[in-house]
């Protein structure tokens, strides 16, 4: 049964797939200790001319009730590695982040099509970080098999949203995960709680001991981003660095970097 509020909602999204009026946008993420960037995350977006601007936290579980999650990650996964091409053709050389659905994982055969894409559109699979959340239906550890084999291509794995929802510390010892992202609740407080600053600090060590790298999402300000490099993080990602920003954007805030960086943390 489709409650009745989301049947508009779905209705317009499934014809904004099948129309090709979704588009991606694209996150940087910066290094902690040198201030370069060190990935880019690619997130969905669409714009609907009666509903205006979606937000995918909103028609991503939709896609993933009705069946409608294989086309968008297809979709979105094809999108994003051709532009992942056209800039190194430009001479922009990043890795890449891709949110992955865990629903999209139950198939074994998914990590084979990400590579065939990956060789088809000549990016390196070495540096695609694929980013996947626990879902109350979808524990993570059942997907062990087809997790393995992403690594197997040298694909990286990240836990997002660490901390909050469904993730746990029995993942993070038993799945192959590359890398640790801390939601921002704990981010957002940092700065001005003594529990969310251990509990950001003790995340961090843990992740470090177990080899995994470290991005605290959701920074905002200056203080967020002095303290996270104090307690050691590799990576931040959040408003105070860039929102989320169309292809060409983004190429332009990659040129800027080297000289907005020591206004906003000192000399790296
Ligand atoms: P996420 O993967 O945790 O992505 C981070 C979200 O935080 C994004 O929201 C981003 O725009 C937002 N954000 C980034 N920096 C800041 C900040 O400094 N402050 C605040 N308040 N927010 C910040 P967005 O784009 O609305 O995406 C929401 C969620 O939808 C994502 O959470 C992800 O789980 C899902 N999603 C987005 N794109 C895709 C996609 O292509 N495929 C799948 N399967 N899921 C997607
Ligand atoms: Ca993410
Ligand atoms: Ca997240």
Known sequence: MIAPADLGLLDGFERA??????RMVYQ???????????????????DDPDLGAVSPARFVPLAEKHGLIDQLTQWGLRTTLRQWRQWRDEGLDTALAFNISALSLDALDFPDLVERM???????TDRLVLELTEGATQPLVKLMDTLTRF??????LAIDDFGVGYSTLMQLRQLPFTELKID??????????ND???????IIDLA???GLSVTAEGVETVEQLRLLRQLNCDVAQGYVLAKPLPPDELLQWTRELPDRWPGLIGNA
């Open 184 to 193: 921002r609740f704990f981010v957002e407080d940092a700065p001005t709680s």
């Open 17 to 22: 797939l099948i129309n090709g009026r979704l």
């Open 208 to 210: 470090h001991g177990l």
């Open 28 to 46: 940087p993420k910066v290094n902690l200790s040198d201030g370069r960037l060190h990935r880019v995350e690619a997130l969905v977006r669409w």
């Open 118 to 124: 990956c060789r088809a559109i000549e990016v390196p």
């Open 151 to 156: 690594r197997i291509k040298g694909i990286g």
């Open 196 to 202: 969310s600053q251990l509990i950001v600090r003790s």
